[in-house]
């Protein structure tokens, strides 16, 4: 049986340990100490959970072929979807950026029903809209362009 050379679970580990840690670090700038308690438990959590992972990998429960990639190419394009609504927020504003991305995100899924996303579509944004806009008074990003 041929030994494998490299174990590519590790490169998930060494990405859970890299945004934990950074997310950890960002943390800190959190004035308030009360606030930033959650987070920091959080990327502690995913420390551990991401050592534990690691060391059933060096163990050698998890193997290359455990890995699957089927649906990457899906990931990925979602992944995209996702990086162009953080930047339209900020074009475009929370409600329009939100009602463009949510179908765009339904369809990359899967979803065929028109009925479905655009009730969704509407009945998330309307919710979003009256509970956090007009109930809490939260104010949503509006954008440079608006």
Request: proline share 2%; with cysteine.
């Amino acid at each position: 049986m041929k030994k494998e050379k490299f174990n590519y679970n590790l490169i998930g580990c060494i990405f859970i340990y890299l945004m934990s840690g950074a997310f950890l670090v960002s943390s800190f700038g959190i004035e308030d100490k009360t606030s930033r308690t959650f987070p920091q438990v959080l990327c502690f959590l995913c420390i551990i959970l991401a050592t534990l992972f690691l060391i059933q990998v060096l163990r050698g429960k998890y193997t290359n072929a455990d890995i699957n990639m089927t649906g990457t190419a899906k990931t990925l394009l979602m992944a995209g979807v996702i990086l162009l609504y953080i930047v339209a927020i900020n074009f475009a504003g929370f409600y329009i950026a939100s009602g463009v991305f949510m179908p765009i995100a339904m369809i990359v899924l899967g979803q065929k029903s028109w009925k479905v996303i655009v009730g969704v579509d509407v009945g998330v944004i309307l919710f979003i809209y009256l509970f956090f806009g007009l109930l809490l008074s939260m104010q949503m990003p509006e954008g440079i362009l608006f």
